[in-house]
């Protein structure tokens, strides 16, 4: 005599995944949680180890430039530096008129910019000297000269490396979102600078917190030729290498001069 077994259909459900409820209006039993208390006090604490540090900074940075800057090549190049801005028209990339109006545009948004973080965090903004950027203790003007000058041209030899129509013909088969490039190169030269200058790298950046702190410190002869002249000079060095000696646009030029003649 055999016994009849019923084997049970398996049940499946037509989602293999569940959403969590929704978070409750008003639920106390936040207030017995440790990971709340943790946060508020990450906002209220002095502490030099609490907030985010120079890592989180520049992580800040590097990461909203890669976002500018491929939300904006597509209209205006991506530019936002006037230091990068400075190399490209050096290196012929942009006339002398489009490059005059991005710089005041730059400067522009960057008192803007300054103006609206004042006007929303003022506490947080006298606290930390309007972010003005000012040399370390124990650093001399040609330190900080050299540290905006040589992170200045990291970036914008960055910027022609990724944006060079020869290379993306020859590397073809390595793909490279220019953005992406540039952020890490404003990533790892905070990483470098922001103990020694805060890192200027932009004279957009350093004029508006300049213009809207508006003391004497961040307007003295030292703070101009650091923040303002050196990233300059490292553009202008940065379009001289890569325009003349790894394109060799000096000797292509003589040579089409002879042909010429």
């Not at 960057?110 to 606290?127: E, W």
């Not at 404003?186 to 508006?214: D, E, K, Q, W």
């Amino acid at each position: 005599m055999t016994k009849n077994v019923e084997h049970a259909a398996p049940e499946f459900s037509a989602k293999d995944c569940h959403d969590p409820p929704p978070a409750p209006l008003v639920d106390f039993n936040e207030l017995t949680k440790w990971s709340f208390y943790r946060a508020t006090d990450t906002l209220a604490s002095g502490d030099q180890c609490s907030g985010v540090g120079i890592l989180g900074i520049a992580w800040a940075f590097g990461g909203m430039i890669f976002i500018l800057v491929y939300c904006t090549a597509g209209i205006s190049g991506g530019h936002i530096n006037p230091a990068v801005t400075l190399g490209l028209f050096l290196a012929r990339k942009v006339s002398l008129v489009r490059a005059v109006m991005y710089m005041v545009a730059q400067s522009l948004g960057a008192i803007c910019g300054v103006g609206l973080v004042k006007a929303f965090q003022k506490s947080y903004f006298n606290r930390y000297g309007g972010g003005a950027n000012q040399l370390a203790e124990g650093y001399n003007t040609g330190v900080g000269l050299s540290a905006e000058i040589i992170g200045t041209f990291v970036l914008v030899y960055t910027v022609f490396s990724a944006t060079d129509p020869k290379r993306s013909a020859r590397d073809s088969h390595v793909p490279v979102l220019a953005p992406l490039p540039i952020g890490f190169a404003v990533f790892m030269v905070h990483l470098a600078t922001i103990p020694i200058t805060r890192t200027g790298i932009n004279p957009a950046r350093s004029f508006g917190a300049a213009v809207i702190y508006n003391q004497e410190k961040v307007w003295d002869d030292q703070s101009i030729v650091d923040f303002l002249v050196g990233p300059f000079i490292g553009a202008a060095i940065a379009a001289f290498y890569h325009q003349f000696i790894l394109r060799a646009g000096a000797i292509k030029a003589l040579g089409s001069f002879r042909s010429n003649a």
